[in-house]
């Protein structure tokens, strides 16, 4: 079974950094490219980064865009959000997710295109 956990998730002032990190359990991490979604009370899930599989490409929101960074260590099983210049706006339940097909970016940026997510982390921005 594939499972994954996040963690790293806090409360932080506004300006503020944080690193996210999911664990990915098993040797199949690298068979899948790995996406970050977020979750505000009332609101639908929304995409934020993603990862191929081999790191070699990645993509990110348009409001996150030069604020997070993603990336993966494969020999960790681990990905990474790298969350920089924060924002009470980004206050929400943080998911890793795996994916298993296609890193196609209408695809990878659907929450119904994952196998695989975590369990979240919150995340709280203060102003």
């Known amino acids: 079974q594939v499972q994954l956990v996040e963690s790293g998730g806090g409360l932080v002032q506004a300006g503020g950094s944080l690193r996210l990190s999911c664990a990915v359990s098993?040797?199949?991490?690298?068979?899948?490219?790995m996406g970050w979604f977020r979750q505000a009370p009332g609101k639908e899930r929304e995409f934020v980064a993603a990862?191929?599989?081999?790191?070699?490409?990645?993509t990110s929101a348009d409001s996150v865009k030069g604020r997070f960074t993603i990336s993966r260590d494969n020999a960790k099983n681990t990905v990474y959000l790298q969350m920089n210049s924060l924002k009470p706006e980004d206050t929400a339940v943080y998911y890793c997710?795996?994916?298993?097909?296609?890193?196609?970016?209408?695809?990878?940026?659907?929450?119904?295109?994952?196998?695989?997510w975590g369990q979240g982390t919150q995340v709280t921005v203060s102003s």
């Open positions: 990862i191929t599989l081999r790191g070699n490409f990645a």
């Open positions: 997710a795996a994916y298993r097909g296609l890193f196609i970016i209408a695809t990878i940026q659907m929450p119904r295109s994952y196998d695989y």
């Open positions: 098993g040797r199949t991490f690298s068979n899948f490219a």
